[in-house]
């Protein structure tokens, strides 16, 4: 699924950013964008996940650290580059998944002065486009007659979310989390949406064998469109030539994700 959904190496974490930085992944999922750095001549990567991941690749693996108890977990420890890819699109404390201000709080704590924070995130988007009913409505109503969107919101765990017209949605609301920031000791150097998630649509329809041949296919045509689009004005139209040649080898629904990066003051 890794590979199908996201595209978010280079783009993430630009080689010279990770050379020479000690560096700590937080909720490292996978563990490719730890390695990658890692092999881009960080001095050190502390990736953190629920169960430590095998072998020598450079990357010192840590378990137990949540959102809420970085600064307990790693205490005395401090990062010239801190990135969590994917965890912040959960914008309320609901079950063990803190919200923005506590996070950013929480990583202010152990990122050195004129340290980075880079943060990758599902964008909110709303499914009404316009509300004309005062009342919001019933979620579950809006998602079965959305069944593309509700594989999405269920695969992700999305809790739903109000727009600025009090539109249904669901991911992280772009201001909200600028003012968490802003608010916890950050200046934001650069916004951008770096690509869509591109969720599959049908799973059960694939086999094992049908995914490892698809793969590559849907990588190519990611890194053909868009690993060297430089230009923010060009990169809707590469998105959309690039969605638009994905489509007929993969069925899915495009969401936006967006990346920040943000300097410690």
Same mark, same amino acid.
């Given at each position: #699924?890794?590979?199908?959904?996201?595209?978010?190496?280079?783009?993430?974490?630009?080689? =010279?950013? $990770?050379?020479?930085?000690?560096?700590? %992944?937080?909720?490292?999922?996978?563990?490719?964008?730890?390695?990658? #750095? $890692?092999?881009?001549? @960080?001095?050190?990567?502390?990736?953190?996940?629920? !169960?430590?991941?095998?072998?020598?690749?450079?990357? !010192?693996?840590?378990?137990?650290?949540?959102? &809420?108890?970085?600064?307990?977990?790693?205490?005395?420890?401090?990062?010239?580059?801190?990135?969590?890819?994917?965890?912040?699109?959960?914008?309320?404390?609901?079950?063990?998944?803190? %919200?923005?201000?506590?996070?950013?709080?929480?990583? $202010?704590?152990?990122?050195?002065?004129?340290?980075?924070?880079?943060?990758?995130?599902? =964008?909110?988007? @709303?499914? =009404?486009?316009?509300?004309?009913?005062?009342? *919001?409505?019933? +979620?579950?109503?809006?998602? @079965?007659s959305r069944p !593309?969107?509700?594989?999405?919101?269920?695969?992700? /765990?999305?809790?739903?979310?109000?727009?600025?017209? &009090?539109?249904?949605?669901?991911?992280?609301? +772009?201001?909200?989390?600028?003012?968490?920031?802003? &608010? /916890?000791?950050?200046?934001? !150097?650069?916004t951008s949406h770096?690509?869509?998630?591109?969720?599959?649509?049908?799973?059960?329809?694939?086999?094992?064998? %049908?995914?490892?041949?698809? *793969?590559? %296919?849907?990588?190519? +045509?990611?890194?053909?469109?868009?690993a060297h689009v430089?230009?923010?004005?060009?990169?809707?139209? @590469? *998105?959309?030539? #690039?969605?638009?040649?994905?489509?007929? *080898? #993969?069925?899915?629904?495009?969401?936006? +994700?967006?990346?920040?990066?943000?300097?410690?003051?």
């Amino acid at each position: #699924m890794r590979w199908l959904v996201y595209y978010l190496l280079e783009d993430l974490v630009p080689p =010279e950013m $990770a050379a020479g930085a000690d560096i700590l %992944d937080f909720s490292a999922g996978l563990g490719d964008l730890s390695r990658y #750095m $890692a092999e881009a001549g @960080a001095r050190s990567v502390l990736a953190t996940r629920p !169960e430590p991941e095998p072998g020598d690749d450079g990357v !010192e693996w840590l378990t137990g650290v949540a959102a &809420g108890n970085v600064v307990q977990c790693l205490s005395g420890r401090t990062f010239d580059l801190v990135v969590a890819r994917m965890v912040f699109q959960f914008p309320t404390w609901e079950g063990d998944r803190a %919200d923005p201000d506590t996070m950013s709080a929480e990583f $202010a704590e152990v990122i050195r002065p004129g340290g980075r924070l880079v943060v990758a995130f599902h =964008e909110f988007v @709303a499914i =009404e486009d316009q509300p004309q009913e005062p009342e *919001i409505p019933d +979620i579950e109503e809006v998602l @079965a007659s959305r069944p !593309e969107l509700a594989q999405v919101v269920r695969f992700l /765990n999305l809790p739903p979310r109000e727009g600025p017209f &009090g539109q249904t949605g669901f991911g992280l609301k +772009i201001p909200m989390f600028i003012n968490s920031l802003v &608010g /916890n000791g950050f200046a934001i !150097e650069s916004t951008s949406h770096v690509e869509p998630f591109t969720f599959p649509l049908h799973l059960d329809r694939y086999t094992d064998t %049908d995914l490892d041949a698809l *793969i590559p %296919d849907v990588m190519e +045509i990611k890194r053909r469109w868009l690993a060297h689009v430089s230009d923010p004005y060009a990169h809707p139209s @590469a *998105i959309r030539q #690039m969605l638009s040649e994905l489509a007929p *080898i #993969m069925p899915h629904v495009a969401w936006p +994700i967006v990346r920040v990066v943000a300097r410690r003051l």
